[in-house]
């Protein structure tokens, strides 16, 4: 494993992943060198136009016993290469080859016998779908979704944007992107040499966003329909959402303390949708990324977390 950025707790490697219509693929997996040796482990997937910069996370989780890992996933953070469109894929299971190496990693080199995943957004809509498909493996113990990406309403987007059907446009004209529908305020209010208190790469992250295309829509619209037609996770499930939603083009301090990025009430609606088991939690003053919220917010959905995975004795 190579030095990562974060700095000497933490290492990474690249995992290979062969090659789509843009060439070679990878993604990169990083370790906290620090993690305690034992059978549990936790799993951070990030969302779109995102990467791993959450230390405190980790921290969370190597307190409680866990040894941790973060993916970047393909053409995100770490794993951009320099020929590649950033983020954009054609099928959301495209980023089941990185999950499917990583829990290899985990199972087979470290020896971890309970996998607890903990992702974000968009990549937790990638993860529940995984973990749908991966159901009847007994190391999968729990899955986390920090504000997932369960909904967007597509009839009335393709209406503004006066586009043919998503399934049509998508296909035939996967790289076109989208006009920008509003601000991109979310970033802004995160990074400390804007409106926030983190420190992260504005290269991986963006500060405007990165440029959405109409075949990685495409690919969105269609995992959500699966999910929400329903799936079958066998793993207690446990889905956080902000309380409010941020709705206004320009900026005001509630985008401190709401989802400027989601309806955090549509994540709510569809949480059902992943399986049998499925506790959900709103978090008042909470930001798209929870983990990212400003404090007493950050404070309490980390307490759920704790809560949570203490009630379903998940911990090592």
Do not use: C
């Amino acid at each position: 494993m190579k030095p990562d950025k974060l700095g000497e707790l933490y290492k990474h490697r690249t995992l290979y992943l062969g090659e789509d219509g843009e060439g070679e693929v990878v993604a990169t997996l990083v370790r906290r060198v620090d993690s305690p040796n034992t059978g549990r482990a936790a799993l951070y997937i990030h969302g779109f136009s995102d990467y791993f910069f959450h230390p405190h996370v980790a921290d969370f989780f190597v307190e409680r016993g866990f040894a941790f890992y973060a993916l970047d996933l393909r053409k995100a953070g770490r794993s951009i290469l320099p020929h590649q469109t950033p983020h954009f894929i054609r099928h959301i299971p495209e980023y089941f080859s990185e999950l499917d190496v990583a829990s290899k990693i985990l199972t087979e080199e470290h020896r971890h016998d309970s996998i607890v995943v903990y992702a974000h957004s968009t990549g937790a809509l990638t993860a529940a779908l995984w973990a749908h498909r991966m159901r009847k493996h007994p190391w999968l113990s729990g899955m986390i979704f920090n504000s997932p990406f369960f909904e967007i309403n597509i009839a009335e987007l393709v209406q503004r944007l006066g586009v043919a059907p998503l399934d049509i446009a998508g296909l035939f004209a996967p790289m076109r992107v989208l006009p920008k529908l509003g601000a991109s305020l979310n970033v802004e209010s995160l990074h400390r040499d804007h409106k926030g208190e983190w420190d992260f790469d504005l290269a991986w992250k963006p500060l405007a966003g990165t440029p959405i295309r109409l075949g990685w829509l495409r690919a969105v619209d269609r995992a959500q329909r699966q999910l929400r037609r329903g799936l079958e996770i066998k793993v207690p499930v446990l889905v956080a959402a902000a309380a409010d939603t941020y709705r206004e083009a320009q900026w005001s301090d509630a985008v401190h303390t709401s989802d400027a990025v989601l309806d955090a009430d549509d994540i709510v609606r569809w949480a059902p949708k992943l399986g049998p088991d499925v506790d959900v939690v709103r978090i008042t003053g909470g930001r798209h990324d929870l983990a990212l919220s400003r404090e007493p917010a950050r404070s309490l959905f980390f307490g759920e977390l704790d809560s949570w995975l203490r009630s379903r004795s998940l911990m090592p």
